[in-house]
């Protein structure tokens, strides 16, 4: 991986994107390097949960333009590059939280968009960018964002494109905190680890189903949570439950 740093610690792993001189942007080997992580952190049963952020003053800045041909067909490039990356976040069933500290701008707020969790400094930033150059928002944006914050929101601000503030994001629903930015590296983890040690196989089942229940009538999402109930009931973590709830202790889930 050349454009991110891969870290773990406490069962934690920080994708890193690092193109700081270039606000984090986007370019082809940047879409295949998180796609790889993501593969990384999928195979390590130690990582359970994954933090992507980005190194320096912003998140992600969204795709570097200076690199994009004047032909170009944008169409080609979501579906070589970013569609590959977004379907792959969508897969993932490990925790994943965008730890935005900075601004989050076109295809970097998609990133941000794709991610369960949204953990943003107060200097963060979010912002349709696509608008300003006359495209339309990608790479999930536009499934994602409606989703989040409701389809008349959704669609101010795709259209108006204005910067959204880390505490207007936070009172629209589109972060999860926002935490100050003194000592915010340290409160991602924190989150993290709270997440990391949690029952890992649980959370992927009640992400997969979650998504699926936009598109599934009642009957068939009852059939789903029955099914990710076994699933889920046959777990150590469940047994592990269990157990310190009879003993009133607190539980040690491992994840599996």
Request: with cysteine.
């Amino acid at each position: 991986m050349e454009t991110v740093a891969f870290e773990v610690e406490n069962h934690v792993a920080w994708v890193t994107l690092d193109r700081p001189d270039r606000l984090n942007a986007f370019n082809d080997q940047m879409n295949r390097d998180i796609i790889a992580a993501i593969k990384r952190a999928e195979k390590d049963d130690d990582i359970r949960a994954v933090v992507i952020t980005g190194a320096g003053r912003a998140f992600c800045s969204g795709e570097d333009l200076s690199g994009v041909q004047e032909d170009a067909n944008f169409g080609d490039i979501l579906r070589k590059r970013y569609n590959p990356m977004v379907q792959r976040l969508a897969k993932f069933e490990k925790p994943l939280i965008a730890a935005v500290n900075g601004t989050a701008a076109g295809a970097g707020m998609s990133l941000a968009l794709a991610c369960d969790f949204r953990l943003a400094s107060e200097k963060a930033s979010f912002i349709e960018a696509f608008i300003h150059v006359g495209l339309v928002p990608d790479s999930g944006n536009l499934y994602y964002l409606p989703r989040l914050v409701g389809y008349a929101k959704a669609l101010e601000l795709a259209v108006l494109g204005e910067k959204v503030s880390a505490e207007e994001a936070l009172n629209l629903g589109l972060v999860t905190k926002v935490l100050p930015h003194d000592d915010y590296n340290a409160s991602v983890q924190a989150f993290a680890e709270k997440l990391a040690g949690m029952p890992t196989k649980a959370i992927g089942l009640i992400k997969r189903y979650m998504r699926q229940s936009f598109e599934t009538n009642l009957d068939q999402m009852l059939e789903n949570e029955a099914f990710a109930q076994r699933t889920a009931g046959q777990t150590a973590d469940h047994q592990a439950g269990i157990q310190a709830f009879l003993s009133k202790s607190k539980p040690a889930f491992t994840g599996k």
